[in-house]
């Protein structure tokens, strides 16, 4: 009896002293982050309207985009870029393809939040090839609500113009590396 | 229930002390020849050892799914009975080589668990990652439990703030700890 006893003891001692077991092991998660941009024209049309009525002030007006971008860490590039897919509609008007006048044009400036670089001062849209509205370098991301850009147009006024309304079509592109 | 735990106790006690002997030491023996790990000397077994994710548009994707679910798993068979956990926690507070991309940014989920005879066991609420431990999945050890599967998945939140960086691609260690009675 007095066997068992000591026997029942010792095993609840064992008992009392076993503790909590534990093992590890480790994984990995791996990332493949890809260069990636957007980009939400938010003036769907903008309306180029002079202040004057003596030829004095050109046609102006500004579209607004947000544009969202992140370009790889070593070597990305990004670019930001336009191009007249239509010329203005109609006949006797101005022209970005055939300015009625030498000298007539249809020009920009630009406004890019960090961290693109803006063109630089004021360039002149083309319906043949693409004109940079902004440039991305290495390791550059935006917000992820996206960050804001503008082009300020600027359309020779011409009297030589025939009275109307006059429709052109500009295409963004946004593109990352 | 009584002789099952006491047994055992008493067979690691009388080794090499033969004052205290058995009253059925066949019984003791079998049941020695039945506890094959001691206490806490398991190995937790997660597959596959890389779960990755390939994150392209934040905008079309803004939730990237890994390309594996995970499996953890173990074996213990040590006759005690009370609670076991499975902690899930990173090795680092950022990506290595993509410092942008917080581990806060992955979703841990367990999708199933697993305990054999008697245990049984529950997954925890999703979470985001962190260094600290936090428990993906627990339950109650039964006597007789000896096998334990849990299976995760991961998500990764995509978004525009993160650099981008495909090759090398960006890792982060993970450890997971099971924890038995």
Not at chain 1, 12 to 34: H, K, W
Not at chain 1, 122 to 141: H, I, K, Q
Not at chain 1, 156 to 161: A, F, K, L
């Amino acid at each position: 009896m007095r066997r068992y006893a000591t026997i029942i003891a010792a095993a609840c001692l064992m008992l009392a002293l076993a503790g909590m077991g534990q093992a590890q092991s480790t994984t990995t998660l791996s990332v493949a982050v890809g260069p990636e941009a957007s980009l939400t024209v938010t003036t769907g049309t903008t309306t180029l309207a002079s202040g004057s009525t003596t030829f004095s002030n050109p046609f102006t007006g500004t579209t607004s985009l947000t544009y969202k971008i992140r370009t790889t860490k070593v070597g990305g590039t990004g670019t930001l870029s336009l191009k007249i897919t239509a010329d203005f509609s109609g006949t006797g008007g101005p022209s970005v393809t055939t300015p009625p006048t030498s000298g007539d044009a249809l020009t920009y400036t630009c406004t890019v939040s960090s961290p693109g670089t803006a063109c630089t001062g004021t360039v002149t849209a083309s319906t043949s090839s693409a004109t940079s509205v902004a440039t991305f370098g290495a390791a550059a991301n935006s917000t992820s609500a996206g960050n804001s850009a503008s082009t300020a147009w600027s359309l020779t006024d011409d009297p030589v113009y025939a009275t109307g309304t006059y429709t052109a079509t500009a295409t963004y592109t946004i593109s990352a590396t | 229930m009584n002789v099952w735990l006491t047994i055992p106790a008493l067979w690691a006690i009388t080794a090499g002390q033969p004052v205290i002997k058995p009253a059925a030491p066949k019984l003791t023996r079998n049941v020695a020849t039945v506890h094959p790990m001691a206490n806490g000397s398991f190995t937790v077994s997660v597959s596959p050892a890389t779960v990755s994710f390939t994150a392209t548009n934040p905008n079309s994707a803004p939730v990237v799914a890994g390309n594996a679910t995970a499996t953890a798993s173990w074996n213990n068979l040590d006759f005690n009975t009370g609670p076991w956990n499975l902690t899930v926690q990173a090795g680092a507070g950022s990506f290595g080589n993509c410092p942008t991309v917080p581990i806060s940014a992955v979703t841990v989920s367990c999708a199933s668990v697993s305990a054999t005879i008697g245990g049984s066991g529950s997954c925890a609420a999703g979470f985001k990652l962190s260094t600290s431990p936090q428990i993906v999945a627990s339950g109650n050890q039964a006597l007789l439990t000896y096998s334990y599967t849990i299976t995760l998945n991961f998500t990764l939140a995509d978004s525009w703030k993160y650099i981008a960086e495909s090759s090398p691609s960006c890792s982060l260690s993970l450890a997971y700890t099971a924890t038995v009675p």
